[in-house]
């Protein structure tokens, strides 16, 4: 069983920054797929971005230049960078990894709340 923990989360200035972290248990970490999604009040939770473990990476559109998923494997981690923040993206962040056998683990999930 892989478990997820996830921190960084928190309050936010609009265009703000802030890094969520989130380390992963298990010993196949250089080959999960990693992601962040969030999931806003009221709505679906979205994907914000994906890397593989190859390096490939797909951004959400809203995104784009502003967030940076990395990952250390030798920390077993994977964190995401945001910049210039909007109040629209005020939600629960969660991390995701994918084994290799395909079985998908989420984290607790990490509020963050852009607001003045």
């Known amino acids: 069983q892989v478990q997820l923990v996830e921190s960084g989360g928190g309050l936010v200035q609009p265009g703000g920054s802030l890094r969520l972290s989130c380390v992963a248990s298990g010993r196949l970490f250089s080959r999960y797929v990693l992601a962040w999604y969030r999931q806003a009040p009221g709505k679906q939770r979205e994907l914000v971005v994906m890397l593989t473990a190859s390096g490939a990476t797909n951004y959400g559109d809203s995104v784009k230049g502003r967030f940076t998923i990395s990952r250390d494997n030798a920390a077993n981690t994977v964190y995401l960078q945001m910049n210039n923040l909007k109040p629209e993206e005020t939600a629960v962040y969660y991390c995701?990894?994918?084994?290799?056998?395909?079985?998908?683990?989420w984290g607790q999930g990490n509020q963050v709340a852009v607001a003045s």
């Open positions: 995701r990894a994918e084994t290799p056998g395909l079985e998908g683990h």
